[in-house]
């Protein structure tokens, strides 16, 4: 900080990544200038209540902002809206936006994001074919979660699952086509997605798994959506939500190192020096499971923006928290703690069928990562526990009397652990 | 409809005027004062980072906490049953103008 310079530091993307790094550096010292860059038009945002909020019956056009509208210029941000950053110019230190004119940075903070997978199939581009990432996205979706709607979705993830109680919850006809066996497979164990399978089936959601769609028809605008099997399901709607890709093209192709996202190391620096990179364009070493991961989560962007501001700075970084995501479905919030691996043991505690229970994952029998369904109990424990490597005794984990954290058995070793879930990654 | 003011007083004992706007929850009031507030889950009560103590007549006068918020705040670094309240499930009224809020301390 007490280099001077006259060169702005430059952050391309205002999403939840880039407005928590601007913020920091402000209530950090920084007192030279901040430039924020962003492709949308209008004010940052928050992206969770766009599948949530957004599309309940009632709910308006308007959606949270990240700040209020006033915060940016107080503090003297600079914001540039409706341009989209084209090319890096590493050895300049300076960026090119669409148009031609550069401006130099004297820290660059790429904080571009992800978009939504497009449907690999024929009829992928017809009108009624839509995807959930941005606050038009969302308010296309809006518009056409009308009662009596056909809505397929495709893609049985986070956002498609909020998608589907939404739609019902707005009078439509819901069918969600999954080519797994299961909801939310890649990131839950078999009872959470059962317990939330149920849930949707009550509500009227039909689900259909092993359905791998071939193809989209229709006159201009989706009419139908067909299956490998053969099957057809009509649709007036049609919501892929089918994972996201890392926006990582404008890194690459500046010489960053990728691989299915922009590598960082702790202090989410890329390999350019003065380049850094943070949120759901990045991946990076968890330094509690030592695996390599992408997390597409507003705490990891909260927390990598904190990260990279204690370097920018070099003032003190707090200790790493430990990753967590939460997803509401028709009224009953599943909360993670940590990140679950599929040969993790899986620990029931309590009873799914009250509406409240969590699951345990166990790593080597210590606890890797904790789902909780309907209650936040075993939250806070969790994140302590998981970073403190302790050995939880499971007979102990399984009764939902016990407190999560008097299940520690008082041994700890954290260097195997570690060793464990990296040979597992 | 006019503003609040609020004292604020931060983990170091500071005091802050804080301005608090009609349709903001009481977290966005602090977080867009830069007070170390980090609401992490952008205030659905996921979080606990936005934990305060308020006048133990002004918590008795908001209500019962909903369930997830007393199931997070319980377990929470300096929770106190009479005082403790997640600000971003406190939402703006007249009535609040002039309160005193303590930022709770960090994990
Ligand atoms: C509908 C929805 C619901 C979600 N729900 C949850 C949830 O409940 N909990 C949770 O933890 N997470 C949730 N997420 C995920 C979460 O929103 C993301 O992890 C988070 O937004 C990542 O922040 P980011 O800053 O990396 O990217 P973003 O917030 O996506 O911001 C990236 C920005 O960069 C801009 N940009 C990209 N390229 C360029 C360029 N070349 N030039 C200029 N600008 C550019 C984009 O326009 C965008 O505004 C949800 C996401 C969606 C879409
Ligand atoms: S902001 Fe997360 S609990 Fe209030």
Redesign the pocket.
Known sequence: MTEKTTDPIVI?????????VAAGLRTGGWDGRIVL????HGM?Y???????ELLTPGSGDKTALLRKEDYYQARGMERITG????SIDPAARAVV?AGGSRLPFHRLVL??????RELPVPGAQLDGVLA???YQ??LAIQRALVPGAKVVIIGAG??GM?VAAAAVKNGCSVTVLEFQDRVMKRVTSAPVSAFFEGLHRDRGVNLEFGAAVTELQGEGRVERVVTSDGRHFEADVVVAGIG?LP?QE?AEAAGAACRDGVLVDEHCRTNIPGIYA?????RFTSPFSGASQR???????NA??EALVSDILGSQPRTAEVP?????QHGVRLQTAGVMHPDDEVIVRGDPDTGKFSVVYLREGRLAAVDTVGGLADFRPAKKLIPAGRLLDPALVADPAVKLEDTATGEHSRSDARQTAAALA | MSTNTLTVVDREGQQHAVQWEPEQSLMEALRDHDLPVLAS?GG?ASCATCHVFLDGDIVTSLGERNEDEAELLVDAEGFREDCSRLSCQVAFEDRLDGMTVTLAPEE
């Open positions: 391309v993307g205002s999403g939840h990544a880039g407005v928590a860059i962003d492709a949308q940052p928050e992206r969770p209540p766009l599948s949530k341009h989209t950053v084209e936006l904080a571009i994001g992800s978009r939504a959930l990432r941005t996205d969302g986070f956002i909020e996201v926006n404008l943070a949120g759901d364009v990045t997390l597409e989560s507003i705490q990891n962007a990598q923006a967590w995501f939460w997803t509401v | 889950c659905t």
